[in-house]
């Protein structure tokens, strides 16, 4: 079965990176669109970034441009997101997501908070 397992959340401060993960399995990782989202308590999941399943394409909400960069490791199954510049508002938990045979599939998350 189709599988994401995120992981690389955590406490940072404002300024500071972190690099989240995300191993697929269960599908055909390299033919498929990875994307990102996040969620923070109260709001509606909302969309940050997505890669082309040969990675050459990237698109990212408008929030996130110039701070933050996905990309993907096709021989490792597994898509990720460099988080620059955070800012208290990017707090959220982070998703990553695909659609396999038209079903959409999402991670557990990992939680991420952005505070001095």
């Known amino acids: 079965q189709v599988q994401l397992v995120e992981s690389g959340g955590g406490l940072v401060q404002p300024g500071g990176s972190l690099r989240l993960s995300c191993a697929g399995s269960?599908?055909?990782?390299?033919?498929?669109?990875m994307s990102w989202y996040r969620q923070d308590s109260g709001k509606e999941r909302e969309w940050v970034a997505t890669?082309?399943?040969?990675?050459?394409?990237?698109r990212y909400a408008d929030s996130v441009k110039g701070r933050f960069i996905i990309s993907r490791d096709n021989a490792k199954n597994t898509a990720y997101l460099q988080m620059n510049s955070l800012k208290p508002e990017d707090t959220a938990v982070y998703y990553c997501?695909?659609?396999?045979?038209?079903?959409?599939?999402w991670g557990q998350g990992t939680q991420v908070f952005v505070s001095s």
């Open positions: 997501t695909v659609v396999v045979d038209s079903r959409r599939y």
């Open positions: 269960g599908f055909s990782f390299s033919s498929n669109l």
């Open positions: 890669i082309s399943s040969g990675g050459a394409s990237l």
